[in-house]
């Protein structure tokens, strides 16, 4: 069973930049894991997403060319950095992944989800 932990949350500054850490324990297939996010008061949203092998990524228009997902196959870890931080980027920022190869934007495509990390950005 494949357990997801996120780490590297915090309160920052609009502008600043922030990276955030998932590690994967445990031995499954898997295909991708993407970065959602759930602002105060909406609903949970795809960030991000990256393939297993690293080779191909994908991005939410809000966040693209601001956010860079990254992994280390090695320490079965994968990053979110994230510059030029908004207020809007403010919200809990979740890792999931997946053994499937459905649609990525979608959180029901995902089978394991990390407990998340708050990321607040001050204006």
């Known amino acids: 069973q494949v357990q997801m932990v996120e780490s590297g949350g915090g309160l920052v500054q609009a502008g600043d930049s922030l990276r955030l850490s998932c590690a994967a324990s445990?031995?499954?297939?898997?295909?991708?894991t993407g970065w959602f996010r759930q602002p105060p008061g909406k609903e949970r949203e795809f960030v991000a997403a990256?393939?297993?092998?690293?080779?191909?990524?994908y991005y939410a228009d809000t966040v693209k060319g601001r956010f860079t997902i990254s992994g280390d196959s090695a320490k079965n870890t994968v990053y979110l950095q994230m510059n030029s931080l908004k207020p809007e980027d403010t919200a809990v920022y979740y890792c999931?992944?997946?053994?499937?190869?459905?649609?990525?934007?979608?959180?029901?495509?995902?089978?394991?989800w990390g407990q998340g990390t708050q990321v607040t950005v001050s204006s």
């Open positions: 999931a992944t997946t053994p499937y190869s459905g649609n990525l934007i979608w959180s029901t495509t995902y089978d394991v």
């Open positions: 990256i393939s297993w092998s690293g080779t191909s990524t």
């Open positions: 445990g031995r499954s297939f898997r295909t991708y």
